[in-house]
């Protein structure tokens, strides 16, 4: 699978989510995705930007392009070195949540995209990977 860096964003507070709008935005159209496909990115690159800021307070959003078998997709990872999930399927279950918000992030993102994987580990960090195919 031939991988393409597109951008590298540090994230350290609320302004920078509106960065990542822009440039999933930017990204999502220079790869030929339609409307609706760009919205989805941005919709859930905006809920994973947030809880960076939220429970991390910092940390870094990758963009790549993908390539695997003729098809083209955008590939973006959340990674911090914040307080790590206890228990993933938990926290994505709608609902749950720990800071008083809907509790919809990580569920809603997930639906928004084909491919979704998270790692985390507690004192360490989390990874969230999406991937959106064309
Ligand atoms: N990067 C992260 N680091 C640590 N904990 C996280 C992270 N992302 C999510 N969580 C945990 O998972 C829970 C669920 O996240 P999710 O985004 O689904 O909901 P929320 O942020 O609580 O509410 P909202 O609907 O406003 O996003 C959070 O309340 C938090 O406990
Ligand atoms: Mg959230």
């Known amino acids: 699978m031939a991988t393409v860096t597109k951008q590298l964003i540090t994230i350290s507070n609320d302004q920078d989510i509106l960065l990542v709008r822009t440039a999933v935005r930017q990204v999502a159209i220079e790869l030929g995705f339609n409307l609706v496909d760009q919205t989805k990115l941005v919709t859930a690159a905006s809920e994973l930007t947030r809880n960076i800021v939220l429970y991390a307070v910092e940390g870094t959003v990758k963009l790549e392009q993908v390539e695997n078998q003729g098809h083209t997709g955008l590939?973006?990872?959340?990674?911090?070195?914040?307080?790590?999930?206890?228990?993933?399927?938990?926290?994505?279950?709608?609902?749950?949540?720990?800071?008083?918000?809907?509790?919809?992030?990580?569920?809603?993102?997930?639906?928004?995209?084909?491919d979704f994987d998270i790692e985390s580990k507690v004192g360490k960090g989390t990874r969230v990977t999406i991937t959106r195919w064309k």
């Open 75 to 114: 590939r973006i990872t959340f990674e911090d070195r914040g307080p790590g999930i206890a228990d993933i399927e938990l926290a994505l279950k709608d609902g749950y949540t720990t800071s008083g918000g809907l509790g919809l992030g990580l569920g809603g993102s997930k639906r928004l995209v084909n």
